[in-house]
């Protein structure tokens, strides 16, 4: 989370920012990083030390990283907080970035046919004709997936049940009849 402690309702703001992802976190682990921004402004003696140490108790952060990025203080302090911090061994692992890149541009070039509405079985169906060998369903899917959660495209079903993926860019000029 990033905070500026010059701002009147700094603090204030970082505790609302911090129960609304909370809310989003469902009771799901998160690590949280507290970034000071702007330090290159703060007064002389860290005056803000208390409250920001208090602020990091109070909302369970895991850290605190003072950064400037007018003089690029604290960046690679950040970069090394953030690296520690990540679970190396959970990560997803990406097994086919060609796959990811293959349909994303799939999904640009249709869009940028004007095609507002691409089902899946079409998508599938041309992965299926251009890359025979490389194409697996699951992977498929789970990349049109991270790209529904990204907000490039829109997940819904028709009556079928059939999925049916929407490039949200061209709804300004379409609107998919579900």
Known sequence: MLIDPNRDTAFEDIAEWDLRLEKQLQGQMAVKLLVGAKSDQWPEGMIYREKIDQLMADRKMSGFCPTSALRGDGIEQLKEAITAQLDWEHLSKTSRPRLFHLIRETIDARRQLGEPVLL???????????????????????VVRQLAQ??????????????RWCCRSAWSKFTPVL
Do not use: H, N
């Open 120 to 142: 899946y079985s079409d998508l599938e169906k041309q992965l299926r004709d251009t890359e025979a060998q490389e194409f697996d369903p699951g992977a498929a899917d789970t």
């Open 150 to 163: 990204q907000g490039l495209i829109v997940d819904t079903r028709m009556a079928s049940g059939e999925p």
